[in-house]
């Protein structure tokens, strides 16, 4: 596979891990108890309450948006890697 190549086939792998990341975390954001939107995105995904409790549907959706997020960054560290590319102009 030369450059090109590999370059269409990663921005293919990180536009759809980018699109996964985003739909997760809207969903997640959604059911995430209002009380919690106005405070730091940071505290919010550190907070237990953001995260639900074992089986429910709000730890469903923040376990989706941390294997998203985990497929996201796996996918840009691949790019970042590759010995096929002279930089790292194919980031996101």
């Known amino acids: 596979m030369d ?30 108890p209002v009380d919690h939107h106005a405070a730091d995105f940071d505290e919010v995904v550190h907070s237990k309450k953001s995260r639900g409790e074992p089986g429910s549907k709000l730890r469903k959706l923040f376990d989706a948006y941390a294997d998203a997020m985990a497929a996201w960054r796996a996918a840009r560290e691949q790019v970042a890697e590759s010995p096929q590319l002279d930089d790292d102009a194919y980031l996101l």
Do not use: N, Y
């Open 3 to 32: 450059k090109d190549q590999f370059a269409l086939f990663m921005d293919h792998i990180r536009i759809a891990t980018a699109a996964r990341l985003a739909s997760s975390e809207s969903a997640w954001m959604t059911e995430v």
